[in-house]
């Protein structure tokens, strides 16, 4: 069953649409330092599996410059989803996030964060992997082709970062009336809790 998530809008890539439609041909990349490796674990819940629980991996090795995320916006305005899959397919895999005993893993291509007014949050996007036998059936599942991770975080009283945040395994994008949609199907969006670094 296909259901709508709508509300991320593109804060997939923490900036507007209006932004991602502008370049320039004087604008320079700007150059984005590596930073260390950060690791996050937490607890997804599984309300309809029978293990109501899994632990949850995610490794983030650098984060997608604004220049990399406008073009990459750019091609979803213009191209679609489609376009914005071919780009993610080519980029350096700069992250994962797995779910353990579940559905494994997926690389994470495009990585932004941004502050907010408690923390930060996180957004990873990954081409997600298709395994054989969803595309020897010709699933329908197979027009979700993306694998989008969310984590809100806020630093507690011992300066560590923990939240909360949502996994969606098999995602679709598109943009109406200017916003863009997620609608996800099968696997309903994992809900990560007791996020810590």
């Given amino acids: 069953m296909k259901k709508k998530l709508i509300g991320l809008l593109l804060a997939i890539c ?22 260390e490796t950060e690791r996050f674990s937490a607890v997804a819940s599984l309300p309809r599996a029978a293990t109501r629980t899994a632990w949850v991996d995610i490794r983030i090795n650098g984060y997608t410059s604004d220049d990399t995320t406008q073009r990459m916006a750019a091609l979803l305005v213009e191209g679609g989803q489609d376009a914005l899959v071919k780009e993610l397919e080519k980029a350096e895999t700069i992250g994962y ?52 991770v969310v984590l809100d975080l806020k630093t507690n009283k011992k300066g560590k970062e923990e939240g ?34």
């Fill in 164 to 197: 909360e945040g949502v996994l969606l395994y098999a995602s679709q994008v598109k943009i109406e009336n200017g916003a863009v949609e997620i609608e996800y199907v099968g696997i309903s969006p994992i809900k990560l809790r007791n996020v810590r670094k």
């Fill in 14 to 35: 923490c900036v507007s649409l209006t932004a991602f439609s502008q370049t320039t041909e004087s604008s320079k990349p700007t150059p984005t330092p590596k930073p």
């Fill in 97 to 148: 996030a797995s779910l353990s005993r579940r559905l494994g893993a997926f690389d994470l291509k495009l990585v932004r964060s941004r502050k907010t007014p408690t923390g930060r949050r996180i957004i990873g996007v990954s081409d997600r992997p298709i395994a054989f036998l969803e595309a020897y059936r010709g699933a329908r599942s197979m027009d979700y082709k993306l694998g989008i």
